[in-house]
């Protein structure tokens, strides 16, 4: 059987119209979810909260607000969760040290009342989180965390 250009172009018109079917057809699912809203984000910041309320109060605050508590309870406990280096080369006045990898060994001896608030820093923010979570997890109850060095605005003992 001979094919005339028409057929051909009657065949190559067929064949993609049932690629773009085909495309269309498995892009179809993608762009549905793209356009939904982010329910599952909201989902995980619910979870995320009901989890800190249940091992303890975790709560980020500002430098100022740190500050503020500070001047105002003498009791608070500053925790700083960088390496020994960086906390000599500057640190928040009356921080006691606390490496991020050593706060599950150290803890309890360093931090013996779980009951104390606590005040958590490091150099950015990203290690205070994870430190101020492990100190939950490990049944402190009053964990304060007001990010990092970095955005803290005043003195530093060097």
């Not at 762009?31 to 909260?49: D, K, L, V």
């Amino acid at each position: 059987m001979k094919h005339t250009p028409s057929r051909k172009r009657w065949m190559l018109g067929a064949v993609l119209a049932s690629l773009a079917l085909f495309l269309t057809a498995c892009a179809a699912p993608v762009t549905q979810q793209a356009e939904e809203p982010a329910q599952p984000a909201a989902q995980a910041t619910a979870e995320a909260e009901q989890t800190n309320e249940s091992i303890g109060a975790y709560q980020v605050i500002t430098a100022q607000k740190a500050k503020q508590i500070m001047d105002n309870e003498p009791d608070v406990i500053i925790v700083d969760v960088r390496e020994a280096y960086e906390y000599n080369e500057g640190h928040v006045p009356n921080a006691l040290l606390l490496p991020l990898g050593d706060i599950e060994k150290l803890a309890a001896t360093t931090l013996p009342d779980k009951d104390a608030t606590l005040l958590v820093y490091c150099r950015s923010g990203a290690r205070s989180q994870v430190g101020s979570r492990t100190l939950l997890k490990l049944g402190y109850t009053s964990v304060l965390d007001f990010g990092g060095i970095i955005d803290w605005p005043y003195d530093v003992v060097q």
